[in-house]
Every structure is written in structure tokens, then in C-alpha cells.
């Protein structure tokens, strides 16, 4: 049984099915790769692990607890976190603060408990600190006391992956990480990823069209198309997949690749 | 007794004087950590044994590649305790110019500061057999590394403990056999002309150094130092490690690069070394933050800018200034001055020196105008970073001021600036044609061209092998003009040609964050560099630039056309030294045909 598994859900929005009878299994210090063409379900697939859907049949089991039918909320709690694919930050607060809400889960006392019974200074050092590893870890030192508004979309990004890294998640669910970033801040992204499963020992589920770097760094690659699994497996695996090659270029794609081969007229 | 003749044995004096007092400070996690002269002390000592016991022996070499850090002070010490030899290498140096020096210098060790840093090595490896130990201070991301030959800074001073541990007496009897004539680091010159070549410093060299230049740059243990230029670079190594084992003075660490300048605000130095690349950078960023400030703030500076440089001249004129120009300056430095100092971070600098290049007196000027006390000063490599410094009551802009004490200079028949004192280099390594033409009976030919004033001060005119000799027989200095053309807010690099030419020329490289913020408020459209120099409106912003700078020099001086450069020089591209200075050979050469067509059209 691995750490995450995720056993034939279903999950449908009228008559569309978004994913269909999707099993999945990941193992824990994996990075596991999602790919597929746009609309194949891939973020529905991620929503429903992090309890933003609530797929209609199937399982989902992570680390023992079963997560269909939790609030995102107690998700989190278990070790989940995520990034989005468009930057879902509060942008009109620094870094350190959006960081520091990635820690919320961790506070030990909640808004009314401060009111009464006052407020510790203590718990909140100990978070400062935690926040100021992962400013660390990102190579973020320049931008601590930022808004996120002002910031480059690159750099937001990267906020946006501290803010999970600080909620010290065991999973980490990343939505497009590299979408919208140029060469350099790809590079950068890719080293970071690669730097957090080694150094901290997070399992990795990454959705990613870059397919450089998914062959790249994913140790394991599902593909989804119309909701439906249709291959899993190593990278090289995926790649030499006929059913892949359809799904990315089309019916005809032998035809298209012999024609590619034939000499151009003249 | 004990000995104060090596540069250990300073440490040493320091740790037993200051103890448990502040060292260093590094920022951790977002908070200053203090690091005592104890703590600083056992670092070094373990980190030497550990070197040690690894058979690192005297006369060795090892390199230290990296940013500068509370290690590379560690390294640098413990090498230089075990009697071996520490040499520097600039952290923005590509794998191929590091490898010269490691390979150049015989280095058996290399000290790395991290991943990027032990790649570029690990590229070149392989040209690199003398290497016996590759020690990384940062291990992030090296968990899949398998080479058997790096190792974590970390288990060099385990290693260093456990030998301490067994032999308590062992570090004190490595610095015993220290002799003041040992070589105790190497400085590459970065070499505009040539491959780097390799200035051997004693411990002898320093001491004296120190002593000397204490006695014009005094430093006390309240002294608060950021260290932020390359540590490999003498006159940072200076600032950064030799001067405070004299004085005790606190070694700041910036967080890193990028941040220095939010954590020279947060320190506040009180003695400051900066580049004239900063120095012309920090007084650029001020002049086009005025330009659209508040109408209030703009009136302000308008009205308090004059003050500040008449306050300045009767300074340099050592005159008494009138009681009104006190009172107004008074006012303009609680009104502007304090804030504008603060921004910089240099609120508090007690003595903020310029050197390593050639500055443009006008940006000195600017500086004393808001009450900096900025001094220029010169010194060599080859005679361990510090030959003349202005006095702070004695400044004569233009001039690099007299000679610190125990410093002799004369000029030479040609005009080159000869240089005698006791901190005179050792010589080359392994290049002794290169010594023997470069200290000839005891005096050190510098490749300076200067003139002495009445009162000793010098003035460098510039580097030998780069005065221009124009087609009408001119001799020209091409710095002073390009120096002048920097001091525009839009001017990032100026290369003045001529030699042999009918009259002057310029290649210029824009400011770009600054002619890029000038173009969106003209509203004008651009995608990169080289879209942006391409602008016939730039053009005719730095065509008004150049006609002012014009204006400060004699006719054959007038530079009479210029091109502005399509790519931004780079150290990558060989056409800047690890110090940014220009390699005008390289430059000649890429540019060529630009230079060339600018000597055939007619006027442009």
C-alpha cells in the first residue's frame, strides 16, 4: 500500500465526467508526475486529494486516513499542502505574513484564545523562525519584507511554494510551478523542487506541462486524458507509449511522423 | 612575551584580549547572530587541525572559492596557521578562471562555499590532478553527489576536534614555526593584460601594512564593518580580516548580495571601504529618486544641495565657513542630509574610503556635500592594498593624498609611480622574470603614471600601458574622461579611444535600470538592452550627457563621437576583469568595427 492512494474516483460536474475511474498509487519520497493534454482533469484530480472536490465514488487513502469527505481544512492538518495554478497569494501582504499563514495550522492557540487569556509572543518566535528556514531554503532573503503585489510573477511563485513548505507538509501538491516563468526561473524552480524532496523528504505530486523537466525530475508519470488514466509509468515508459503519443498529437500521428520522415516536394 | 609578528599570532592576541566580546555577525534566518572572538578562535583552530590531519603541510597552497561568510574567515586563518598558503578566488569567476588559479597556484584543497561553487569546480576536475579534497561549507543539495573527494566543512573541524581533543598543544605548536618572511596568502591580480598572475603576501607584509595604516584609518573596537566586496580581493581581505585582528573591530556579514543594502541600514557602519562603481551607483540611485520625488522633497533638495557644497568647499579649503552657511547647513542636514545618509546606511561611517579604481572628483564631491567624510586612497596588490590615503583633515580632491607612514614615493623619469616600504610583495609565484621587472633594487614599479604636489600628495594620472597618445601627439588620460562620462545617472561604462587616432571617440553602455525607467516616462517602447540602446531618443539623452562632460576638458580632450553599446559587458564574456574593470584589449577587439566606422563617417 503506498503512501497516497488514490483508488478508481469519479468525479462529475453535470453530465461531463472530469475524472474517470482514476486509480493512482504513490509511494512516499516520490516525485510523481501528472501530464495531459489541457482539460484532462489533471487539476480536478488534484482538488479532489486536497478535499476542494468531493469526487462522487472511489477512495482516497493517505497515510491511513481516508480523505474524501474532509474540508480542505483538515486535509491540510495531515500533511497536505498545495500551490495553485494561478498565484492565490494575499497580495497586498508581505512575504513573512503570507508565509506565516502557511504556518496557521501549527498555531496552538486560535484568535479567542488570545483575547482571553492574552497573547503568547513565544509561539509566534517559533513560527517567525520556521518562516525564516523556508525564506532560507528559497533563496528569498531580498524580498522578505515585500508585498506580494509588487513582485515579479516569478518570485511570486516561489512565495507561493514557501507558503506550503512552511505548513512542513509531507505531501506537497504543485499546480503548474513553472507556468508563465522564463528559462533561468524554470532552472531555479526545478532545483528547488528537487532540493525539497532530497533535504526535507517530501513526497512530490506535480502537475507540470515543461515536459523537459518532468522527464527530468519525476521519478514516476501518470497521464490523464478526458479523465481517464490512460498510462502510467517511468518516464522513458510514458514517453515510448502509443497511446500517449495519440493523446499529444492526435489520431493520425503515425501518419503525421511518416510524413515528417518523407523529403519535402519541391 | 608573546609574538605579534605573523598574522596568527595577532589573532591570537585579539582572542586572548577580547575573549567573549563580538567578532562577527552573520544574518541567519532573518536575525544578526553574534559570533565572539572565542567562538571565531575555536573555529579556526579546528578547522586548521582538521586540515592538518588531513596532510595539509607548510608552504601548501589551498583555495578558497566563495561569497564572503564567517567560513572563508575561518578558512583563511586556519590555512595560513597551519603555515600553508591561502589563495582567493572571485565567486563570479566562471569554472575555466577558477581553474587557472587552483591549478596555477598547486592548490590541494579547495574550500567551497557551496553547490554552485563545487560544480564549477567538479566541471574542470578533471584538468585539476593535485586536488586531494573539495570542502563544501553549504551541503544543500549535494545529497546525490558521489565523488569520494568532497567533504562538509563541518567534518574538517570534527575531524580538527577529535586531534585537539588528543593533542592539546598541537595548534600552538603549527603557529610556533610560523616565520614572519612566510608567504601567508596569495592574491591573484585580476589582469587587465594577460593571465592573473599570482602576488605572494608574507606575514611580514601584513604586519607592517597594518601598522602603517592604522596610524591614517584609525580603528577601534567600537568600529562596525559590513564586509561585502570579494574577500579574495586585497583590499577587502584588509578591511575584513587584517585591520579588525588589529583593532577588535565588529565584522559584519551581508545576508547576501543582493541584500546589502537593507543590511547596511540595518548596521550602520562606521568604517566603510566601497568601489567607485558603488560609490557612482549610490549617488545615481539619489539623483533619480529627486527626479520624481514629491515637489516638496524635490524644493528641498534644491535648496539644500548648494549649502551642502559650499559647506564642502570651504572644507577642502580648510577655511572657517561663515556662521549663516553653518546655521543653513545645520537645517539642510536635519532636513535631508540625515534621511539621505540613512538610505545609504553610511549615517554613522566615521570614514568612508574609496579605492581599488580610479574616482571622478565630482562624485567624491557630491558625497561630502551631505556630510559623508568620504576619503579616496591607492594602493597595489603588490604591495598589500594601501600605498597613499587623504587625510580626513587634509583632502585634496583629485589627489590619492601622501603616502601612509613609512611609505616612500617617487616619480621616475617617464612619469611611472615607483613605491619602496616594508610592505613591499614577496614577488610572483612562480614567475620570477615578471618580480624581477616589476621590483627593481628595492622599489616597486607600480604601471601607475602620476605627479607628486608640493606637499607629497599624488595624483595618478593613469595606468602606464593606457595613456592614449593621440595622432597629434597628445598624451591623455582616458580614465579622467571616462570616469567624468560615469558620472551621468544613464552612464553605466564608458571606453574612451584614440591612441594614435586624430581625436577622441567613446563606446558607452547605458545605465539600463535608468535610461529603462527614463523611456517609460517618455513613454516610449523597448523589449530588451539592446532595443533600448538602439533608441534614436537615447541616443540623444547620452548625445546631452556626453556635451556636458565635454564641457570639463580642453578641446583634443572633447570626446567627438561615441556609439552606444549593444550588449552589456560582462565578466563572462572576458571583457571585464572579476573586478569589473575594463579589459580594453578584449573591448578593441569585439568592437572593432565600430570603432573603426566611427573614425570614417563624417560626424555622428
Same mark, same amino acid.
Given at each position: 500500500?503506498?503512501?497516497?492512494?488514490?483508488?478508481?474516483?469519479?468525479?462529475?460536474?453535470?453530465?461531463?465526467?472530469?475524472?474517470?475511474?482514476?486509480?493512482?498509487?504513490?509511494?512516499?519520497?516520490?516525485?510523481?508526475?501528472?501530464?495531459?493534454?489541457?482539460?484532462?482533469?489533471?487539476?480536478?484530480?488534484?482538488?479532489?486529494?486536497?478535499?476542494?472536490?468531493?469526487?462522487?465514488?472511489?477512495?482516497?487513502?493517505?497515510?491511513?486516513?481516508?480523505?474524501?469527505?474532509?474540508?480542505?481544512? +483538515?486535509?491540510?492538518?495531515?500533511?497536505?499542502?498545495?500551490?495553485? +495554478?494561478?498565484?492565490?497569494?494575499?497580495?497586498?501582504?508581505?512575504?513573512?505574513?503570507?508565509?506565516?499563514?502557511?504556518?496557521?495550522?501549527?498555531?496552538?492557540?486560535?484568535?479567542?484564545?488570545?483575547?482571553?487569556?492574552?497573547?503568547?509572543?513565544?509561539?509566534?518566535?517559533?513560527?517567525?523562525?520556521?518562516?525564516?528556514?523556508?525564506?532560507?531554503?528559497?533563496?528569498?532573503?531580498?524580498?522578505?519584507?515585500?508585498?506580494?503585489?509588487?513582485?515579479?510573477? !516569478?518570485?511570486?511563485?516561489?512565495?507561493?511554494?514557501?507558503?506550503?513548505?512552511? +505548513?512542513?507538509?509531507?505531501?506537497?501538491?504543485?499546480?503548474?510551478?513553472?507556468?508563465?516563468?522564463?528559462?533561468?526561473?524554470?532552472?531555479?524552480?526545478?532545483?528547488?523542487?528537487?532540493?525539497?524532496?532530497?533535504?526535507? !523528504?517530501?513526497?512530490?505530486?506535480?502537475?507540470?506541462?515543461?515536459?523537459?523537466?518532468?522527464?527530468?525530475?519525476?521519478?514516476?508519470?501518470?497521464?490523464?486524458?478526458? !479523465?481517464?488514466?490512460?498510462?502510467?509509468?517511468?518516464?522513458?515508459?510514458?514517453?515510448?507509449?502509443?497511446?500517449?503519443?495519440?493523446?499529444?498529437?492526435?489520431?493520425?500521428?503515425?501518419?503525421?511522423?511518416?510524413?515528417?520522415? +518523407?523529403?519535402?516536394?519541391? | 612575551?608573546?609574538?605579534?609578528?605573523?598574522?596568527?599570532?595577532?589573532?591570537?592576541?585579539?582572542?586572548?584580549?577580547?575573549?567573549?566580546?563580538?567578532?562577527?555577525?552573520?544574518?541567519?534566518?532573518?536575525?544578526?547572530?553574534?559570533?565572539?572572538? $572565542?567562538?571565531?578562535?575555536?573555529?579556526?583552530?579546528?578547522?586548521?587541525?582538521?586540515?592538518?590531519?588531513?596532510?595539509?603541510?607548510?608552504?601548501?597552497?589551498?583555495?578558497?572559492?566563495?561569497?564572503?561568510?564567517?567560513?572563508?574567515?575561518?578558512?583563511? @586563518?586556519?590555512?595560513?596557521?597551519?603555515?600553508?598558503?591561502?589563495?582567493?578566488?572571485?565567486?563570479? $569567476?566562471?569554472?575555466?578562471?577558477?581553474?587557472?588559479?587552483?591549478?596555477?597556484?598547486?592548490?590541494?584543497?579547495?574550500?567551497?562555499?557551496? &553547490?554552485? &561553487?563545487?560544480?564549477?569546480?567538479?566541471?574542470?576536475?578533471?584538468?585539476?590532478?593535485?586536488?586531494?579534497?573539495?570542502?563544501?561549507?553549504?551541503?544543500?543539495?549535494?545529497?546525490?553527489?558521489?565523488?569520494?573527494?568532497?567533504?562538509?566543512?563541518?567534518?574538517?573541524?570534527?575531524?580538527?576536534?577529535?586531534?585537539? $581533543?588528543?593533542?592539546?598543544?598541537?595548534?600552538?605548536?603549527?603557529?610556533?614555526?610560523?616565520?614572519?618572511?612566510?608567504?601567508?596568502?596569495?592574491?591573484?591580480?585580476?589582469?587587465?593584460?594577460?593571465?592573473?598572475?599570482?602576488?605572494?603576501?608574507?606575514?611580514?607584509?601584513?604586519?607592517?601594512?597594518?601598522?602603517?595604516?592604522?596610524?591614517?584609518?584609525?580603528?577601534?573596537?567600537?568600529?562596525?564593518?559590513?564586509?561585502?566586496?570579494?574577500?579574495?580581493?586585497?583590499?577587502?581581505?584588509?578591511?575584513?580580516?587584517?585591520?579588525?585582528? $588589529?583593532?577588535?573591530?565588529?565584522?559584519?556579514?551581508?545576508?547576501?548580495?543582493?541584500?546589502?543594502?537593507?543590511?547596511?541600514?540595518?548596521?550602520?557602519?562606521?568604517?566603510?571601504?566601497?568601489?567607485?562603481?558603488?560609490?557612482?551607483?549610490?549617488?545615481?540611485?539619489?539623483?533619480?529618486?529627486?527626479?520624481?520625488?514629491?515637489?516638496?522633497?524635490?524644493?528641498?533638495?534644491?535648496?539644500?544641495?548648494?549649502?551642502?557644497?559650499?559647506?564642502?568647499?570651504?572644507?577642502?579649503?580648510?577655511?572657517?565657513?561663515?556662521?549663516?552657511?553653518?546655521?543653513?547647513?545645520?537645517?539642510?542636514?536635519?532636513?535631508?542630509?540625515?534621511?539621505?545618509?540613512?538610505?545609504?546606511?553610511?549615517?554613522?561611517?566615521?570614514?568612508?574610503?574609496?579605492?581599488?579604481?580610479?574616482?571622478?572628483?565630482?562624485?567624491?564631491?557630491?558625497?561630502?556635500? @551631505?556630510?559623508?567624510?568620504?576619503?579616496?586612497?591607492?594602493?597595489?596588490?603588490?604591495?598589500?592594498?594601501?600605498?597613499?590615503?587623504?587625510?580626513?583633515?587634509?583632502?585634496?580632491?583629485?589627489?590619492?593624498? &601622501?603616502?601612509?607612514?613609512?611609505?616612500?614615493?617617487?616619480?621616475?623619469?617617464?612619469?611611472?609611480?615607483?613605491?619602496?616600504?616594508?610592505?613591499?610583495?614577496?614577488?610572483?609565484?612562480?614567475? %620570477?622574470?615578471?618580480?624581477?621587472?616589476?621590483?627593481?633594487?628595492?622599489? @616597486?614599479?607600480?604601471?601607475?603614471?602620476?605627479?607628486?604636489?608640493?606637499?607629497?600628495?599624488?595624483?595618478?594620472?593613469?595606468?602606464?600601458?593606457?595613456?592614449?597618445?593621440?595622432?597629434?601627439?597628445?598624451?591623455?588620460?582616458?580614465?579622467?574622461?571616462?570616469?567624468?562620462?560615469?558620472?551621468?545617472?544613464?552612464?553605466?561604462?564608458?571606453?574612451?579611444?584614440?591612441?594614435?587616432?586624430?581625436?577622441?571617440?567613446?563606446?558607452?553602455?547605458?545605465?539600463?535600470?535608468?535610461?529603462?525607467?527614463?523611456?517609460?516616462?517618455?513613454?516610449?517602447?523597448?523589449?530588451?538592452?539592446?532595443?533600448?540602446?538602439?533608441? %534614436?531618443?537615447?541616443?540623444?539623452?547620452?548625445?546631452?550627457?556626453?556635451?556636458?562632460?565635454?564641457?570639463?576638458?580642453?578641446?583634443?580632450?572633447?570626446?567627438?563621437?561615441?556609439?552606444?553599446?549593444?550588449?552589456?559587458?560582462?565578466?563572462?564574456?572576458?571583457?571585464?576583469?572579476?573586478? @569589473?574593470?575594463?579589459?580594453?584589449?578584449?573591448?578593441?577587439?569585439?568592437?572593432?568595427?565600430?570603432?573603426?566606422?566611427?573614425?570614417?563617417?563624417?560626424?555622428?
Amino acid at each position: 500500500m503506498g503512501f497516497l492512494e488514490v483508488d478508481t474516483i469519479s468525479l462529475a460536474f453535470g453530465g461531463i465526467m472530469a475524472v474517470s475511474r482514476v486509480s493512482l498509487s504513490v509511494e512516499r519520497g516520490q516525485i510523481y508526475a501528472v501530464i495531459g493534454p489541457n482539460g484532462a482533469g489533471k487539476t480536478s484530480l488534484l482538488n479532489c486529494i486536497s478535499g476542494f472536490y468531493r469526487p462522487q465514488k472511489g477512495r482516497i487513502v493517505f497515510d491511513g486516513h481516508h480523505l474524501v469527505g474532509l474540508r480542505p481544512d +483538515q486535509v491540510a492538518r495531515l500533511g497536505i499542502a498545495r500551490t495553485f +495554478q494561478n498565484v492565490e497569494l494575499f497580495a497586498h501582504m508581505s512575504v513573512i505574513d503570507n508565509l506565516l499563514l502557511g504556518r496557521h495550522n501549527h498555531f496552538g492557540r486560535g484568535f479567542f484564545h488570545n483575547i482571553l487569556f492574552g497573547y503568547r509572543a513565544e509561539e509566534e518566535t517559533v513560527h517567525r523562525r520556521k518562516v525564516e528556514e523556508v525564506i532560507d531554503f528559497l533563496e528569498m532573503e531580498k524580498w522578505r519584507k515585500h508585498l506580494v503585489a509588487n513582485l515579479p510573477y !516569478g518570485v511570486q511563485k516561489r512565495v507561493e511554494l514557501g507558503r506550503a513548505l512552511a +505548513q512542513a507538509p509531507t505531501l506537497l501538491l504543485l499546480d503548474e510551478p513553472m507556468a508563465g516563468m522564463n528559462l533561468e526561473e524554470t532552472e531555479d524552480i526545478a532545483r528547488f523542487i528537487l532540493d525539497i524532496h532530497q533535504e526535507l !523528504g517530501t513526497t512530490i505530486i506535480m502537475i507540470e506541462h515543461d515536459m523537459d523537466v518532468v522527464m527530468d525530475i519525476s521519478q514516476r508519470i501518470c497521464v490523464l486524458n478526458f !479523465g481517464e488514466k490512460i498510462a502510467e509509468g517511468t518516464p522513458a515508459e510514458v514517453q515510448s507509449n502509443t497511446a500517449v503519443q495519440t493523446a499529444y498529437l492526435g489520431e493520425h500521428y503515425d501518419s503525421v511522423l511518416k510524413q515528417l520522415e +518523407q523529403p519535402l516536394q519541391p | 612575551m608573546s609574538r605579534l609578528d605573523t598574522i596568527p599570532h595577532l589573532f591570537l592576541d585579539k582572542v586572548r584580549k577580547y575573549g567573549d566580546r563580538v567578532a562577527l555577525r552573520e544574518k541567519e534566518y532573518g536575525v544578526w547572530q553574534d559570533i565572539s572572538f $572565542n567562538e571565531y578562535y575555536r573555529h579556526v583552530r579546528h578547522f586548521c587541525l582538521g586540515l592538518v590531519e588531513l596532510d595539509l603541510r607548510r608552504g601548501d597552497h589551498v583555495s578558497i572559492f566563495g561569497e564572503n561568510e564567517p567560513e572563508w574567515l575561518y578558512a583563511d @586563518l586556519a590555512i595560513q596557521s597551519a603555515g600553508a598558503v591561502a589563495v582567493g578566488i572571485y565567486p563570479t $569567476n566562471p569554472a575555466k578562471e577558477a581553474k587557472y588559479v587552483i591549478g596555477h597556484s598547486d592548490s590541494r584543497f579547495v574550500v567551497c562555499a557551496d &553547490q554552485e &561553487q563545487l560544480d564549477k569546480i567538479l566541471e574542470v576536475k578533471a584538468d585539476l590532478p593535485l586536488i586531494e579534497k573539495m570542502i563544501v561549507v553549504d551541503m544543500k543539495g549535494l545529497r546525490r553527489y558521489t565523488d569520494p573527494d568532497i567533504m562538509s566543512f563541518a567534518d574538517v573541524e570534527e575531524i580538527g576536534r577529535k586531534v585537539d $581533543n588528543g593533542d592539546p598543544d598541537r595548534y600552538e605548536r603549527l603557529v610556533e614555526r610560523i616565520e614572519p618572511s612566510d608567504v601567508a596568502i596569495m592574491v591573484y591580480t585580476s589582469g587587465t593584460t594577460g593571465p592573473p598572475k599570482g602576488a605572494m603576501i608574507s606575514h611580514q607584509n601584513v604586519v607592517s601594512m597594518v601598522k602603517n595604516a592604522l596610524q591614517v584609518i584609525p580603528q577601534y573596537e567600537t568600529d562596525e564593518i559590513v564586509s561585502y566586496l570579494p574577500l579574495c580581493h586585497v583590499a577587502e581581505r584588509m578591511m575584513s580580516v587584517f585591520l579588525p585582528l $588589529n583593532s577588535g573591530a565588529t565584522v559584519n556579514f551581508a545576508e547576501s548580495v543582493e541584500t546589502v543594502v537593507q543590511d547596511m541600514r540595518e548596521i550602520l557602519p562606521t568604517f566603510y571601504l566601497a568601489v567607485p562603481r558603488i560609490w557612482e551607483k549610490m549617488m545615481a540611485g539619489i539623483t533619480i529618486k529627486m527626479k520624481d520625488a514629491s515637489w516638496l522633497k524635490r524644493t528641498t533638495m534644491a535648496w539644500a544641495m548648494p549649502i551642502g557644497r559650499r559647506m564642502a568647499e570651504a572644507r577642502l579649503a580648510r577655511r572657517t565657513p561663515p556662521a549663516a552657511l553653518k546655521l543653513g547647513y545645520l537645517l539642510a542636514r536635519l532636513l535631508l542630509f540625515r534621511h539621505l545618509k540613512k538610505e545609504l546606511g553610511l549615517l554613522r561611517a566615521r570614514i568612508a574610503i574609496s579605492g581599488a579604481a580610479p574616482i571622478a572628483p565630482e562624485v567624491l564631491f557630491f558625497f561630502m556635500s @551631505l556630510g559623508v567624510p568620504v576619503v579616496e586612497g591607492w594602493g597595489m596588490t603588490e604591495e598589500t592594498g594601501i600605498g597613499c590615503m587623504n587625510r580626513l583633515d587634509d583632502v585634496k580632491l583629485g589627489y590619492v593624498g &601622501q603616502p601612509i607612514p613609512n611609505v616612500e614615493v617617487k616619480i621616475a623619469e617617464d612619469g611611472e609611480i615607483l613605491l619602496r616600504c616594508d610592505h613591499v610583495f614577496v614577488g610572483y609565484w612562480k614567475d %620570477p622574470a615578471a618580480t624581477a621587472s616589476t621590483v627593481v633594487d628595492g622599489w @616597486l614599479h607600480t604601471g601607475d603614471v602620476g605627479e607628486l604636489d608640493e606637499h607629497g600628495r599624488l595624483k595618478i594620472t593613469d595606468r602606464k600601458k593606457e595613456i592614449i597618445i593621440t595622432a597629434g601627439g597628445k598624451n591623455i588620460a582616458p580614465s579622467e574622461i571616462e570616469n567624468r562620462l560615469k558620472c551621468s545617472p544613464y552612464v553605466n561604462e564608458a571606453v574612451v579611444i584614440g591612441d594614435r587616432r586624430p581625436y577622441l571617440v567613446a563606446l558607452i553602455q547605458i545605465e539600463y535600470e535608468n535610461v529603462a525607467k527614463w523611456a517609460q516616462e517618455k513613454g516610449l517602447a523597448y523589449t530588451t538592452f539592446k532595443s533600448l540602446a538602439q533608441l %534614436p531618443e537615447v541616443n540623444e539623452l547620452i548625445l546631452s550627457e556626453v556635451d556636458e562632460a565635454n564641457k570639463d576638458f580642453a578641446q583634443v580632450e572633447k570626446v567627438k563621437k561615441f556609439r552606444l553599446l549593444e550588449k552589456e559587458l560582462d565578466h563572462d564574456d572576458d571583457e571585464l576583469t572579476a573586478t @569589473l574593470k575594463l579589459r580594453r584589449k578584449t573591448v578593441y577587439k569585439k568592437f572593432g568595427d565600430i570603432i573603426d566606422e566611427m573614425y570614417k563617417s563624417k560626424r555622428g
